[in-house]
T-cell receptor, first 114, second 112 residues
Framework: KAGVTQTPRYLIKTRGQQVTLSCSPI?????VSWYQQTPGQGLQFLFE???????NKGNFPGRFSGRQFSNSRSEMNVSTLELGDSALYLC?????????????FGPGTRLTVL | KQEVTQIPAALSVPEGENLVLNCSFT??????LQWFRQDPGKGLTSLLLIQSSQREQTSGRLNASLDKSSGRSTLYIAASQPGDSATYLC???????????FGKGMKLTVNP
């Protein structure tokens, strides 16, 4: 089975722009979660989707949004980019939305905001 | 609020040593604990998942144990190799949160 894939792998944007990141989960997995990783804050949870519905949301401003499609693929959008949004954005998938499921991560999208 | 701590933040050892990596968490009401490995600039690779009802899990040279009551987990790496050099992260689910809560990680360097 192919693993979790994320596109693009690298992005450079300027302040004020918006960006869309994409995540394709492992085939058959229906739950997708997004995390932000920075050197200072470590890994922080953004949101989780299951069956096209957001199940959980972390403590991020409304500029961060996401959605999930019927094929379980997910997108994350960040509007009005700030310098502090520079980070590695990681997507994880699991079979269901069970709290006991193992999470599998993709390679990440490195976003640089200038 | 669940907090996860990994100490030390970095460790450098010669090849061949047996290693113990520590992880502690503040709320013992967890569903499970997962150990990950992260290579520089890359994503996370899942190493081991321990459910709350389990005491340990093994995969090859890796063995992870869980002591829920004391809020601790250890990852044991036998006969370390230079290829084991990476950052190791511990994450728990539960303890008041449905999301994975991560430690800051421990950067391991195994010298040939």
């Amino acid at each position: 089975k192919a693993g979790v894939t994320q596109t693009p792998r690298y992005l450079i944007k300027t302040r004020g722009q918006q960006v869309t990141l994409s995540c394709s989960p492992i085939s058959g997995h229906r739950s997708v979660s997004w995390y932000q990783q920075t050197p200072g804050q470590g890994l922080q949870f953004l949101f989780e989707y299951f069956s096209e519905t957001q199940r959980n949301k972390g403590n991020f401003p409304g500029r961060f949004s996401g959605r999930q499609f019927s094929n379980s693929r997910s997108e994350m959008n960040v509007s009005t980019l700030e310098l502090g949004d520079s980070a590695l954005y990681l997507c994880a998938s699991s079979e269901l939305a069970s709290l006991f499921d193992e999470q599998f991560f993709g390679p990440g999208t490195r976003l640089t905001v200038l | 609020k669940q907090e996860v701590t990994q100490i030390p933040a970095a460790l450098s050892v010669p090849e061949g040593e047996n290693l113990v990596l520590n992880c502690s968490f503040t709320d013992s009401a967890i569903y499970n604990l997962q150990w990950f490995r992260q290579d520089p600039g890359k994503g996370l690779t899942s190493l081991l998942l321990i459910q709350s009802s389990q005491r340990e899990q093994t995969s090859g040279r890796l063995n992870a144990s869980l002591d829920k009551s004391s809020g601790r987990s250890t990852l044991y790496i036998a006969a370390s190799q230079p290829g084991d050099s990476a950052t190791y992260l511990c994450a728990v689910r539960g303890g008041g949160s449905e999301k994975l809560v991560f430690g800051k990680g421990m950067k391991l360097t195994v010298n040939p």
